[in-house]
């Protein structure tokens, strides 16, 4: 009865490298959200979608790409890692009403470290 | 956009004791304000909220309190345990053009509970 996954749950990889997360809710929501956790527990918001379409699309760099192909699913690939792209990466989504209903449930992350 | 102060960035208590967290928002058009517990090694998880319209909102040892005047929102939690050790996050929504949906997070406050 998993709501909101993502895999992998961990991820170590090497500079320069491309990866991609997945993630995938169960909950029949129509938004979904990534958010990059640093080292000092500050959760910040990189993109949202709602129904598949872009609707916050923060200052990230243009390596990381978000991809929704259904509405309970939202990948994120990135592209020539870096170090300080070392973070824990968490999956939201948040049901209908306006774009970005208000409750939001978090998957579990995904710790990426970059060595 | 909006901006979330939150205080103490951490709070030690002794089991049986209160813990109280406040945060501050800047903007007025904030309307829902959700607090989150994140324990070690998982993604945040939705505890209490409160929305523009409401004084204040209790559930069993949990209540939260607003004050849209001063724009101050506090969480507190009463007869602590051990198990209520965790991270907590306050957060508020803000509902204005391209940030429809978008919840701004304060940094975090990491309570502790001695047995």
């Known amino acids: 009865d998993t709501a909101v996954s993502q895999t992998p749950k961990y991820l170590v990889t090497q500079m320069g490298n491309d990866k991609s997360i997945k993630c995938e809710q169960n909950?029949?929501?129509?938004?979904m959200y990534w958010y990059k956790q640093d080292s000092k527990k500050f959760l910040k918001i990189m993109f949202s979608?709602?129904?598949?379409?872009?609707?916050i699309n923060e200052t990230v760099p243009n390596r990381f790409s978000p991809k929704s192909p259904d509405k309970a699913h939202l990948n994120l690939h990135i592209n020539s890692l870096e170090l300080g792209d070392s973070a824990v990466y968490f999956c939201?989504?948040?049901?209908?009403?306006?774009?970005?209903?208000?409750?939001?449930?978090f998957g579990p992350g995904t710790r990426l470290t970059v060595l | 956009g909006e901006n979330v102060e939150q205080h103490p960035s951490t709070l030690s208590v002794q089991e049986g004791d209160s813990a109280v967290i406040k945060c501050t928002y800047s903007?007025?058009?904030?309307?829902?304000f959700p607090w989150y517990k994140q324990e070690l090694g998982k993604g945040p998880q939705l505890i209490i909220d409160?929305?523009?319209?409401?004084g204040e909102k209790k559930d069993q040892r949990i209540a939260v309190t607003l004050n849209k005047t001063a724009k101050h929102f506090s969480l507190h939690i009463t007869e602590t345990q051990p198990e209520d050790s965790a991270v907590y996050f306050c957060?508020?929504?803000?509902?204005?053009?391209?940030?429809?949906?978008?919840?701004?997070f304060g940094r975090g406050t990491q309570l502790t509970v001695w047995p």
């Open positions: 903007d007025s058009a904030s309307n829902y």
């Open positions: 957060a508020a929504k803000y509902d204005r053009g391209s940030t429809l949906g978008r919840l701004y």
């Open positions: 939201a989504s948040s049901p209908p009403g306006l774009p970005g209903g208000d409750t939001q449930y």
């Open positions: 979608y709602n129904n598949k379409e872009l609707i």
């Open positions: 409160i929305r523009s319209n409401v």
């Open positions: 909950l029949g929501h129509d938004t």
